[in-house]
């Protein structure tokens, strides 16, 4: 406890003893009234998005695997490939999984060691995994922009890579249950373990009906004295997307690692904090995406805009060039990672931000 926290409570009391009221009831009066209120059914329904391996929270909705395709190519392949296969930004979505596999419930190339790099269909056990993550999380430079049937469309189009369901599939709320019953790993998850309540005791789990194993008694004997890392990525996997310190958004956890390093090591990025000033090119950049894959001076997955500028300095040409490649997305100036198109963007807005990034992105 701080020395603060202790002289507070020490005033506190002297004050209570000399009022005749409790701190408690003190601090809970009239100086603290108002504070906080109940969520609104708007805010709870807004957060409560999630959708549970059971299809608990899923939406009603469908989508076909035709709609899915245009979807695909209009949002989702300039970072995963036409066909999921990319391996230029993420893992790879599709491949490694056979029609056994669907039979079996479990994929023979994890046990094997096969396949030179894991697909998400060879690991993901539950299809509600797939369509909470797309709900949540994509496109990356837009999440939650797709509506329910977008989101089904799109996994109809996964699914149909995958070769799951055939290609005049309509994935509805209605039949999903049915399509989880063909996921190539879906017996590759088990809950027989000790630290998953409700497993089975002859297995080695908790076995209490549903309980947590709350009745372990600490061992403060023969403790260590360091700590020491247990398990490492191989080479082949922590390098697989590259320098992961670069790659950080400029929101959420800033963590990463250079391929090679040890593992147990963190590594800051380099992330340049956003202005605090509200200056409008600032905010429109942040609320557009494009700060979660540049940086102003420095570059975090696609180059800095000091270094476009440098770039394009004295090129007349520039600003309608650059506004079109925004607009259409496209890759090959700065590398292999692509940019994904921001059509959905206003015209003007996209001029604004090449203007403003041309001139250097001033702050002020």
Aim: net charge positive; with cysteine.
């Amino acid at each position: 406890m701080s020395r603060f926290s202790k002289s507070f409570l020490l005033a506190a009391w002297l004050f209570s003893l000399a009022t005749g009221a409790s701190a408690y009831e003190r601090l809970k009066g009239e100086g603290y009234a108002g504070i906080g209120r109940p969520a609104t059914e708007a805010e709870l329904k807004a957060w409560d998005i999630d959708v549970r391996p059971d299809f608990k929270g899923l939406p009603k909705g469908s989508g076909s695997v035709a709609h899915g395709q245009d979807l695909w190519e209009a949002r989702c392949a300039t970072c995963h490939g036409t066909f999921g296969e990319s391996n230029e930004v993420f893992t790879p979505l599709i491949g490694g999984t056979t029609k056994d596999d669907q039979k079996t419930g479990r994929v023979a190339s994890l046990a094997k060691g096969d396949v030179p790099q894991r697909t998400t269909f060879m690991k993901v056990a539950t299809v509600s995994t797939l369509f909470d993550y797309i709900q949540r999380a994509m496109p990356w430079n837009a999440p939650k922009s797709l509506k329910p049937d977008d989101v089904y469309a799109v996994l109809a189009y996964l699914l149909n890579l995958a070769e799951i369901v055939p290609d005049d599939f309509t994935l509805s709320d209605a039949n999903i249950r049915e399509v989880q019953e063909k996921m190539p790993n879906r017996n590759g998850m088990t809950t027989d373990h000790g630290m998953w309540a409700g497993s089975s005791a002859s297995k080695g789990g908790i076995g209490n009906g549903g309980k947590p194993d709350t009745s372990n008694k600490a061992c403060m004997s023969n403790c260590k004295t360091e700590v020491k890392i247990g398990s490492t990525l191989p080479d082949y996997a922590e390098a697989a997307h590259g320098n992961l310190a670069e790659q950080n958004r400029m929101i959420g956890q800033v963590r990463g690692k250079t391929p090679g390093q040890f593992s147990g090591a963190k590594v800051e990025a380099k992330v340049e904090a956003v202005p605090s000033t509200g200056k409008a090119m600032t905010a429109l950049a942040q609320k557009s995406g494009c700060l979660a894959c540049h940086g102003v001076s420095n570059k975090i997955v696609g180059p800095a805009f000091s270094d476009v500028a440098k770039k394009y300095k004295g090129q007349d040409e520039a600003a309608g060039k650059l506004t079109a490649k925004v607009k259409a997305g496209g890759q090959g100036v700065w590398g292999n990672i692509p940019m994904p198109p921001h059509g959905a963007m206003k015209d003007e807005d996209i001029k604004s931000l090449v203007a403003w990034v041309l001139s250097g992105a001033p702050a002020n």
